[in-house]
């Protein structure tokens, strides 16, 4: 694995999902065919008719917007290069959607000890501030980084379909 795919906390992004370009491409594409073609109009004509069925398409302006989260979710570069996320996170967005390159609390912690890594940090299975990331990534985070530890970056493998903890669970 590409060694600058590694964060500093031990995850990986070649298996986060925020890195999947397929579901932000897709989306980006979605969005521009519904705004060419004018189907959130359509919808929303139909949608104030009689007919049953259209009814719930008065709701579609939500989902255009929940469109726009989802793509302002995509990462645009690597934690270790950026020092930092560049997902957005909840304090960094307030009245639309505010993107810029934030520190998470394990990022501010490594970098106040000096470390490259939570590999480095003797305090790497009782951490609080990783709390967040064992409820979504389970033990992997550290799993990595104690294979870090004993073998080096190079021996870290992609965990593909099995990252998430609910992945974990269902395999």
């Given at each position: 694995m590409d060694e600058k795919l590694i964060a500093p906390c031990g995850m990986t992004c070649c298996d986060?999902?925020?890195?999947?370009?397929?579901?932000?491409?897709?989306?980006?594409?979605?969005?521009?065919?519904?705004?060419?073609?004018?189907?959130?109009?359509?919808?929303?004509?139909?949608?104030?008719?009689?007919?049953?069925?259209?009814?719930?398409?008065?709701?579609?302006?939500?989902?255009?917007?929940?469109?726009?989260?989802?793509?302002?979710?995509?990462?645009?570069?690597?934690?270790?290069?950026?020092?930092?996320?560049?997902?957005?996170?909840?304090?960094?967005?307030?009245?639309?959607?505010?993107?810029?390159?934030?520190?998470?609390?394990?990022?501010?912690?490594?970098?106040s000890k000096g470390y490259e890594g939570c590999w480095n940090c003797d305090e790497l299975e009782e951490c609080e501030k990783k709390k967040l990331f064992r409820s979504t990534y389970g033990n992997v985070p550290v799993e990595n980084c104690k294979i870090i530890r004993d073998k080096g970056k190079a021996a870290v493998e992609p965990r593909e379909n099995k990252y998430y903890i609910w992945q974990q669970e269902n395999k």
């Open positions: 986060c999902l925020f890195r999947q370009e397929r579901i932000y491409e897709t989306a980006k594409s979605f969005k521009a065919a519904i705004n060419e073609l004018e189907y959130d109009k359509f919808l929303l004509h139909f949608s104030r008719t009689n007919i049953p069925f259209f009814n719930e398409f008065k709701r579609f302006p939500q989902f255009l917007e929940l469109l726009d989260k989802i793509i302002a979710l995509q990462c645009e570069n690597v934690c270790m290069e950026a020092r930092g996320c560049s997902v957005p996170s909840a304090d960094k967005v307030f009245g639309g959607i505010v993107k810029a390159t934030h520190k998470c609390d394990v990022l501010l912690c490594i970098e």
